[in-house]
């Protein structure tokens, strides 16, 4: 179980960019929770994801030895989440995702690439986090302040882009 978990479902034994493919496993589903419940469900389903994954990776980690092993993804999913909590942070239907002007999927897919950007990047306290903080906070934590920092700045791009389509 806790391979599995910690692998979110072994997605993180993919040969080539397991965090990536990480991300667009929980990608999916956190839009479907924003679409069936909302942003707050979301929030809390990431921040009890968190706690546990804090906790079995510290497990991990003291039997393999091995900090933050590339193959350990439940933070992307965690910094994901934590991301779309924030943008798009909307409730719609299912048959309005592909609604342009309701911001939902571009917000949703503006928060992926930002925070494949910040999470591999690791600009300022992400990178701090990263190298300083130690076994499940430190493999968590980055991803985390990654997750927030690309929901904020989708969000802020997002409105932007509003507040220019009234001006023309």
Partial sequence: MNWFFIT???????????GTVGTLVSLPIGM??????DAQTLFLSA??????????????EVKSGIHDDKRIVIDELAGMWFALSVAPAISIGFNEIADLQNGFLIQSLLSFVLFRYFDITK??????L???AKGGIGVMGDDIVAGF????????????????????
């Avoid at 921040?47 to 991990?60: G, M, V």
């Avoid at 600009?123 to 701090?128: F, M, T, Y």
């Avoid at 920092?149 to 023309?168: E, M, N, P, T, Y």
């Fill in 47 to 60: 921040l009890l994801i968190t706690i546990i994954a804090i906790k079995e990776i510290n497990k991990y």
């Fill in 123 to 128: 600009p300022s306290i992400i990178g701090r």
């Fill in 32 to 37: 479907l929770i924003l679409i069936y419940f």
């Fill in 149 to 168: 920092v690309a929901g904020i700045l989708s969000a802020l791009i997002w409105q932007g882009w509003l507040q220019v389509q009234d001006i023309f």
């Fill in 130 to 132: 990263d190298r300083e």
């Fill in 8 to 18: 979110l479902g072994y997605s993180g034994l993919a040969p080539k960019a397991p």
